[in-house]
């Protein structure tokens, strides 16, 4: 039996199902299983970025800019420049915060690495992702879930890594949209 590290997870075939830690998928169900490598969204995260600092500033103005009239209309003429103060630096504070987040986020996708993994596809619209070492090791997981599904009488246990990735953040192959309305064709990644 193989050794299993931590940061596996276990991957095995019994009983026409493919397990995939605690996921079960029918072998019968899927439709796919490719190699394939997900790379960052660095575009979009950029384009996000930007919106987001242009509505944290432009809205940071105009709430200090109201902030600043209505504390004129109400305010005594001795209160009026400490209020007016206090207010500008809480606004100012809270967009700075805002404007920290954003870097953040943007950096969280930007870093990232492209990651080369196995996608196995079902016929719904769940997609499970493996992942090995080095390609040669891949590919093997590739033509063995290949030969399970071609075999559901087979049996497999593998082990391999485990991957950690916000599905949201990478582009996952291409985009077809060949049904109703808004047809695109084809957008490759």
């Known amino acids: 039996m193989p050794t299993f590290r931590p940061g596996q997870v276990e991957v095995r075939v019994e009983r026409q199902l493919l397990w995939i830690g605690q996921a079960a998928y029918p072998l019968h169900n899927i439709a796919r299983v490719f190699p394939v490598v997900l790379y960052p969204r660095s575009a979009e995260a950029f384009a996000r970025f930007g919106r987001r600092v242009g509505i944290t500033l432009v809205s940071a103005f105009l709430v200090v800019g109201v902030g600043q009239l209505s504390i004129a209309t109400t305010s005594s003429r001795s209160t009026r420049s400490d209020t007016s103060s206090a207010f500008t630096q809480f606004v100012v504070s809270v967009a700075v915060v805002a404007l920290i987040l954003y870097v953040v986020e943007l950096l969280r996708v930007v870093l990232q690495k492209p990651q ?30 290949a030969a399970a599904v071609d075999n559901p009488q087979s049996s497999l246990l593998l082990h391999v890594d485990t991957l950690a990735v916000n599905p949201a953040n990478y582009y996952f192959g291409d985009t077809v949209n060949v049904h109703g309305t808004g047809n695109v064709g084809r957008i490759s990644t």
């Open 116 to 145: 080369h993994v196995v996608a196995i596809e079902t016929n719904g619209s769940s997609v499970a992702l493996i992942t090995a070492a080095d390609a040669e090791r891949r590919r093997a997981l590739t033509e063995y879930i």
